[in-house]
């Protein structure tokens, strides 16, 4: 029995991977903060058959994180998947470039869930994943954080610089760097993904991509063949500059 835990994933993204993974017949925590929303779409995804179980998560809170660490251990004694999915935009706006303005406040904020949330996570939880035949974690990053993209003036988003959201994931995407580095020589494979523009509360109903076609790369990587690439970070179809 394959078990994954998904952050952020009573909504959006998460949700599609959470749902998408337990349709493969993986045993899934959903993880999400607000326990109540959590809990509604966790029994929704039972109703279905599907082996899904809600796990209160703020991975901003050491609290939270110890919890699910101790709950892991006690159930399952080993995690095979790991998808670090939660993550806020609390730039304002996509549009022009805020790094003379942003305000500290926001920059921690939003560092605590996408950066550091996702690092003290991972740490704490590999240990488990090193039991694993075959473990993958896999970092909801974003184009935004490429430094590739963001010095090509051909690419769509040249112009949308919202620097706390950017900073955050060009971090998270060198964490994926130095983590699979470390990791290099185990079988566990550590990549990240843009999933590209999705209709989500980030990507505003303007998206072109649906929440289930942007969850279809983490999930390709989530369940990736021991022949796969580690170290890599993709979109659908593509290799993104880091």
Sequence with gaps: ????????????????????????????????????????????????????????????????????KNYIENEFGKLDILVNNA???????WFGNNTETVLMKTLRDTFDINYFGAVELTQTLLPFI???EAGRIVNISSASGSFGVHLNPEHWLYALKPYAYSASKTALNQFTVFLAHALRDTNIKVNAVHPGWVQTAIGSERAPLTPAEGA???????????DGQSNTFSETGNQLPW
């Design 1 to 68: 029995m394959k078990i994954a835990l998904v952050t952020g994933a009573n909504t959006g993204i998460g949700y599609e991977i959470a749902k998408q993974l337990a349709e493969k017949n993986i045993t899934v925590l959903l993880g999400a903060r607000d326990a109540r929303k959590g809990q509604t779409v966790a029994k929704n995804l039972q109703e279905t058959g599907l082996d899904v179980r809600f796990v209160k998560l703020d991975v901003s809170q050491s609290k939270d994180i110890n919890e699910i």
């Design 87 to 93: 993550g806020v935009f609390l730039d304002g706006e």
């Design 130 to 132: 090193k039991k694993s």
């Design 216 to 226: 279809k790369m983490g999930v390709e990587l989530a369940i990736l063949a021991d």
